[in-house]
């Protein structure tokens, strides 16, 4: 681990100078993800802003009904805050699928956004990677790339993002706030994270000198009929070789309403908004499942290790649909 200097933020606007101030800072709050890859000498800040003490730790209701989870949230008082539990199950869902206890007691709200990929090679500071260090090549590509990306990928990295958060986040269509020098802004989920193009080490939109304050939900929950079906290697501890958040709305035995996003399978959590489309006006049925599902992952292409996983997708999407659906 290399050296670093230490700050603690004493607000928001301080976060932001701080992180201004010196090339190369990063923020620091239940450190589970950063901490390891300073381990590994993946990351080298020179200097950490602790923010852990800064007020981004509630969770508030918002004018027209959505909910606001505050950057500092622990992923285990946003999983079992009654409000989210009534509300939003399947995020509740996804987040008690993910690591373990222990580490959703210490991971924020914002720290689970940027995490970073679980990709073997970008771990191995003695292997090639584009994401760890730009021209360098990707390893994984001819490597052991069972983990890796089916969809949006690019010759410059198949990496997959790790979060199970963030893919019900994207389901139910949240926006991410931050704030930098300009003021602050909204990030549509969709568009906080990025595929790999030629840029694969820029994992997300948010600027260099801007710090996350807080995820907003629409009022919009699908509390009734909704699903969170995780495919993993063991049932616990495992981050997803492909996983489903399906939202539905029905009436009278037909959809109405519909929202589908995959983990797993690509560089930030894949939604297909034709295949969400397929199902309005449809029945419950099996068949009309498994055509959404052959649209949802049409444009997939697997690698010599994890091919399976196209038709692991289908699958699962498949059967979080007929688990949302009853």
């Known amino acids: 681990m290399h050296g670093f200097s230490y700050a603690r933020a004493a607000d928001v606007h301080d976060a932001v100078r701080e992180i201004a101030a010196v090339e190369g800072a990063k923020f620091i709050a239940g450190g589970t993800n950063l901490i390891d890859l300073m381990k590994e000498n993946v990351e080298r800040p020179r200097r950490l802003i602790d923010i852990t003490h800064l007020p981004l730790a509630e969770i508030r209701a918002l004018d027209g009904g959505g909910l606001r989870l505050g950057a500092l949230v622990t992923n285990s008082d946003v999983a079992y805050d009654a409000g989210v539990m009534r509300r939003y ?3 509740s869902k996804a987040i008690l699928a993910g690591a373990s206890a222990q580490l959703r007691n210490m991971a924020s709200v914002g720290g689970n956004l940027m995490q970073r990929t679980r990709c073997y090679y970008f771990y191995d500071a003695a292997t090639s990677c584009n994401k760890r260090e730009p021209g360098a090549g990707c390893a994984a590509i001819d490597g052991f790339n069972r983990i890796h990306a089916i969809l949006g990928w690019s010759d410059q990295c198949i990496a997959t993002h790790p979060s199970d958060m963030c893919v019900a986040l994207a389901a139910l ?5 931050v704030a930098g020098p300009d003021g602050e802004r909204a990030i549509p989920l969709a568009e906080f994270h990025r595929l790999p193009g030629d840029t694969p080490h820029i994992d997300t939109n948010l600027r260099s000198d801007e710090i996350i304050t807080a995820v907003d939900l629409p009022a919009k929950g699908f509390a009734d009929h909704h699903a969170y079906l995780k495919i993993r290697d063991r049932a616990s501890y495992a981050f997803a070789l492909v996983s489903v958040a399906a939202a539905l709305e029905i009436a009278g035995g037909t959809i109405t309403h519909a929202r589908l996003a995959l983990g797993g399978v ?6 297909n908004h034709e295949a969400e489309a397929m199902l309005r006006g449809r ?7 498994r055509e959404v599902a052959e649209a949802m992952v049409r444009d997939a292409k697997g690698f010599e290790h994890n091919a399976f996983k196209i038709e692991l997708a289908k699958r699962a999407i498949v059967r979080a649909l007929t688990d949302a659906a009853a």
């Open 266 to 271: 690509a560089h930030k959590p894949w939604r």
């Open 173 to 177: 269509e949240a926006t991410v706030r």
């Open 89 to 91: 199950p399947l995020l």
């Open 283 to 289: 029945a419950c049925t099996t068949e009309d499942f």
